[in-house]
């Protein structure tokens, strides 16, 4: 029995993989493809997010931030500068690391409201250097964007880029899975848990705070610059305080600590507005009253919620089967 | 070179003097005891001897190294370990993980590894989870390996966190009341496992509250009231020594007490 439940990161892996190569059967048309992808670098975010809020239990309300810092650091470098879009991408991805790492390692000592606090002014002031600083970035009206060519071979087929970002998504998820299962990730969730306990076994609070934080920033920003790279024209739309939210949003919803809620709460999240547009005045109503049903019912998250029911059937179901329960000797 | 040398240590919390100009030395190999009336400053003292306060005067050497103004982790990794009284586990985490993030000083994962999980890593995980695994039995919790950390009754996450900071291989423990809420049976226990730990070489320095687990383990005592050292010495010499019967009861109580013979088991602080 242990042995089964011992791999839930192989079978959530094979899972998530035969979901994404099977996923096409049902993508009618290029809109289909832009919304598949759309859920793909949602959920590239959410899984660094989680880590840093779900696991590390340390928030932030200024990813999207991040998120912008990859975006228009690979739209400015490849576009006014013609650096080859990988190039520029790396560059981007570098600079959102050291930026996560110089400002982490003051903000990261602050807890609770203050952190929030902090971190959410941090994605502003990205926000107000991206709309002000038109020159580079176009201002409010945004910026058309190169898009990704790898020699003389641009990729610009949504179908190939629902291959390319599905494969990004099965690497971010594997890379946070192992992260968790290591001694580094037992130290984050004992972070989270005890903090006072953890330091005293010898776990560096600020160091490996300011390493989930980096971590989750370099998510954020590879996610950035393919989807500046993909729609080829970005907007600081993308970098505002809302996306920001929406993305803790997800997170929270689909199921803090939860690799695969992470993606469920942005492939959730990010489908659900789509879905509900028929519905025209009420759409938001609508998905309000769903976003607030989900957290009554399910507190946890979708999928910590639904992996707990399984667990309390399994056990009832166990304990029927057995001939007698085992006396508790109160040890 | 004392094992552990604390020298005119004191902290203030505003007005407050919660240990005062504290001095003595502790011996490697034995069971040393704090004990004193509420809020004679125990608790900050332990708090103070692992790095979670830093002092606001007085120095706290630890093998000869100076470790006053150190951050928490760097304590344990000189060595102390330390439980809380009141309870500080991992309850996002089975009790086998919680025991295996005490190990997190032995084990050398960088975060190259950790992401892309290599081979080596997986060994040194299975010999970690394998460690630990013999860390609960040696405190008898043998069989919650496979429980989570939030589904175990009191007195097993008690001995819970003793198999975390074991796991630290401390040569220098600190237990906080590690008999509180305890039932005679499972005081009895921890007596004994008190009684082992020393066998593996660990120095233990124990804040109790239970009279008759610190007259039966402890090799020497510390007596504290309002932050200051009341007495110290042998169990036996603290026990009769009239300051100590005083604090804890009162000066009259005290001197009813010293006007009987055999007085100190009936002051309430004898076996």
Known sequence: MAARFATPRAGGMAALAALIALLPLGLRNDYFYDVAILVGLNAIVCVGLNLLVGYAGQISLGHAGFFGIGAYGSAILATRYGWPPLAAMLAATLAAAAIAFAVGRPILRLRGHYLAMATLALGVIVYMVISTEDRFTGGPDGMTVAPLAIGGWALRDPRLWYWVVGALLLAAVWFALNLIDSPTGRALRALHGSEVAAEVVGVDATRHKVMVFVVSAVYASIAGSLNAHFSGFITPAKVTFLHSIELVTMVVFGGMASTFGAVVGAAALTTLPQVLTPLKDYEMMVLGAVMMGTMIFMPRGVVPSLQALLTRRRDAAAAAAAPAPRPGDGQ | ?271
């Open chain 2, 1 to 271: 070179m004392n094992f552990l040398e604390v020298e005119s240590l004191s902290k203030v919390f505003g007005g407050v003097h919660a240990v005062e100009d504290l001095s003595f030395d502790f011996q490697a190999g034995a069971v040393h005891s704090i004990i004193g009336p509420n809020g004679a400053g125990k608790t900050t003292l332990l708090n103070l001897l692992t790095g979670i306060y830093s002092p606001s005067a007085g120095r706290i050497r630890f093998e000869g190294q100076d470790l006053t103004g150190l951050a928490p982790h760097e304590f344990a990794r000189r060595g102390i370990a330390r439980t809380f009284q009141n309870l500080q586990l991992f309850f996002n985490m089975s009790a086998l993980e919680n025991v295996m993030v005490g190990r997190h000083l032995h084990e050398r994962c960088g975060l190259a590894s950790a992401l892309l999980r290599f081979p080596r890593l997986s060994r040194e995980e299975l010999a970690c989870r394998e460690e630990a695994a013999e860390l609960m039995r040696y405190v008898g919790l043998a069989r919650y390996l496979g429980t989570a950390a939030d589904a175990m009754p009191y007195g097993a996450l008690k001995r819970l966190e003793i198999a975390r900071a074991l796991a630290t291989r401390p040569r220098l423990l600190l237990l906080d009341e590690p008999a509180a809420g305890l039932n005679p049976t499972e005081a009895l226990e921890l007596d004994q496992l008190i009684g082992r730990l020393t066998g593996r070489g660990v120095t233990v320095v124990l804040v109790e509250h239970n009279m008759h687990l610190v007259m039966g383990v402890s090799d020497h005592i510390l007596v504290l009231d309002y932050g200051r050292k009341l007495a110290e010495g042998p169990a036996a010499a603290v026990r009769e020594d009239p300051r100590v019967i005083e604090a804890y009861l009162g000066s009259a109580a005290a001197a009813r007490n010293l006007g009987a013979a055999g007085a100190a088991p009936r002051a309430g602080i004898g076996p």
